[in-house]
């Protein structure tokens, strides 16, 4: 059975670059069964980003250095990739990296 769930996303520390400049998006993510955050990555990868999808992604998740929260709750405590995601749940992706 197919689920929709609409989710606020915000990025900061950069990483709205990615995104045309946009520093949110609000993403309704079709999946089977309840999304988990790893869909939402691929989601936001495949559709959302044009170039230099390695600045955002690393396999199946977020390149190292790219803090996850979830409601504001780190993503850790919420079983990262397999972490399920919930109707309006705002999730945040934060770059801790920056150049100098």
């Known amino acids: ?9 915000e990025f900061g ?3 709205e670059i990615l995104f045309n400049n946009t520093p949110e998006l609000n993403v309704s993510l079709s999946t089977q ?10 989601h936001l ?4 980003i044009n170039e230099r ?4 992604i690393e396999g199946d998740t977020v390149r190292p250095g790219i803090l996850v929260l979830i409601n504001d709750c780190d993503w850790e405590l ?5 972490g399920e995601l919930e109707q ?6 934060i770059s801790t990296l920056h150049g100098g």
């Open 78 to 82: 919420r079983d990262e990739l397999d």
């Open 45 to 48: 990868a495949d559709e959302h």
């Open 1 to 9: 059975m197919s689920t929709t769930t609409n989710l606020k996303i």
């Open 53 to 56: 999808k390695e600045l955002f």
């Open 88 to 93: 309006g749940d705002v999730v945040v992706f």
């Open 33 to 42: 069964g309840k999304p988990t955050v790893r869909d939402l990555i691929k």
């Open 13 to 15: 520390g950069g990483l």
